[in-house]
């Protein structure tokens, strides 16, 4: 099992920063890959970017890319997402996610395990 705890949500003006971090324990080395997700009301969940704790590779939704940097701190097995220039669409619940492998990154079906997730409002 792995426990995955996120934190730093809130509300920000647009064109702010908020910066997101993903507490995991438990069984970590079962997981290679960690990501952010996102779910806006009515909307099916989706990718955001993920990293691997082995090479650090990273992947990023292209709507996010430029804007958001995810990455790692591997001796405090912890996941941050900073993301600047906010945008009212970035509007959403952000969870924190965790997969054997890289394979299929972006593939919510993919993740075994999942945090309670954590809100991010872009006010316009």
């Known amino acids: 099992q792995v426990q995955l705890v996120e934190l730093g949500g809130g509300l920000v003006q647009a064109g702010g920063s908020l910066r997101l971090s993903c507490a995991a324990s438990?069984?970590?080395?079962?997981?290679?890959?960690m990501s952010w997700f996102r779910q806006a009301p009515g909307k099916e969940r989706e990718f955001v970017a993920a990293?691997?704790?082995?090479?650090?590779?990273?992947y990023y939704a292209d709507s996010v890319k430029g804007r958001f940097t995810i990455s790692r701190d591997n001796a405090e097995t912890t996941v941050y997402l900073q993301m600047n220039s906010l945008k009212p669409e970035d509007t959403a619940v952000y969870y924190c996610?965790?997969?054997?492998?890289?394979?299929?990154?972006?593939?919510?079906?993919?993740?075994?395990?999942w945090g309670q997730g954590t809100q991010v409002t872009v006010s316009s």
């Open positions: 996610a965790a997969a054997p492998q890289a394979f299929g990154y972006s593939e919510a079906r993919r993740y075994d395990y």
């Open positions: 438990g069984r970590t080395f079962s997981s290679d890959v």
């Open positions: 990293i691997s704790w082995s090479g650090g590779r990273t």
